[in-house]
C-alpha cells in the first residue's frame, strides 16, 4: 500500500452523499478516478474516488463551512506528474473521505483546447457571488501557453463553481464573461466578485 494515498477501505476513498433522503442516489457508486471524464457538468457525489495525497496542493486547499455540506475540506489536486495537459481538479473531503468532486472545465479533464498547460493555483475564494445565500466558489488558477515571447509566464483564469442545495455548478458562461472583460492584470477574487455583482 502506497502510504502517500489517503486511503480508506481497500485503498479507495468512499463518497458519502449530504444528503440522507435519497437512498436509490446512495447505492447507485462507480470505480473512478478524481481526474477522469466520468465527472458530468454538476460534478460527482457518488463514488469511489481514490485520492494520491502527494498531489494535494496544500497551501491552496482549506477547512470551510460550506452550505449544506457543513465542515469540509476544500482540496486542490493538481495533474499527475508528467501527464501532458491534465487540469487541476477540485474536490470536497470530510474525515479523510471525498465526499464531492466537482465538475471539469474542458473535456476528459484536459485544458489543452482552452489554456496550456497548468501552473499553479492562486486563489480560492468561498463568497457568495449571485446572492442566493450559499458559498459559491471562484478560483484563479494560472497557465502557460508556451507560444509567443511571454509563453513561459503564467497567465491566469478563472474557474467559478455555483451552489445549489445539492451541489455546485460550472458556471462557464460566467467564466467567458470575466475572461473577455477583465484584463489578466486585474484577474482577483475581489476583481472577479465586484464584476459579477454589476452584472
Known amino acids: 500500500m502506497n502510504p502517500d494515498t489517503v ?17 436509490e442516489k446512495e447505492t447507485e457508486t462507480k470505480n473512478v478516478k478524481i ?40 482540496i486542490s489536486y493538481g495533474p499527475e506528474a508528467g501527464a501532458d495537459f491534465e487540469d487541476v481538479s477540485f474536490c470536497l473531503m470530510k474525515d479523510n473521505k471525498v465526499i464531492y468532486s466537482f465538475p471539469y472545465y474542458g473535456e476528459d479533464n484536459k485544458t489543452d483546447t482552452y489554456a496550456g498547460l497548468f501552473d499553479s493555483v492562486e486563489s480560492v475564494g468561498f463568497r457568495d457571488v449571485n446572492n442566493d445565500s450559499l458559498k459559491d466558489i471562484v478560483v484563479i488558477i494560472n497557465y502557460i501557453t508556451g507560444a509567443g515571447p511571454q509563453g513561459m509566464v503564467p497567465r491566469p483564469r478563472a474557474r467559478i463553481f455555483l451552489a445549489d442545495k445539492k451541489e455546485f455548478h460550472l458556471a462557464k458562461d460566467l467564466i467567458e464573461d470575466i475572461t473577455e472583460d477583465i484584463d489578466e492584470k486585474d484577474v482577483t477574487i475581489d476583481n472577479i466578485c465586484e464584476y459579477l455583482k454589476n452584472k
Request: charged share 30%; no cysteine; hydrophobic share 30%.
Open 7 to 23: 486511503t480508506s477501505e481497500g485503498g479507495l476513498i468512499k463518497a458519502e452523499s449530504p444528503n440522507e433522503d435519497n437512498e
Open 35 to 74: 481526474n477522469s471524464s466520468f465527472v458530468s457538468d454538476t460534478g460527482i457525489s457518488q463514488s469511489d474516488i481514490s485520492v494520491d495525497a502527494k498531489r494535494i496542493i496544500q497551501d491552496q486547499s482549506f477547512d470551510v463551512e460550506l452550505n449544506g455540506w457543513g465542515d469540509v475540506r476544500f
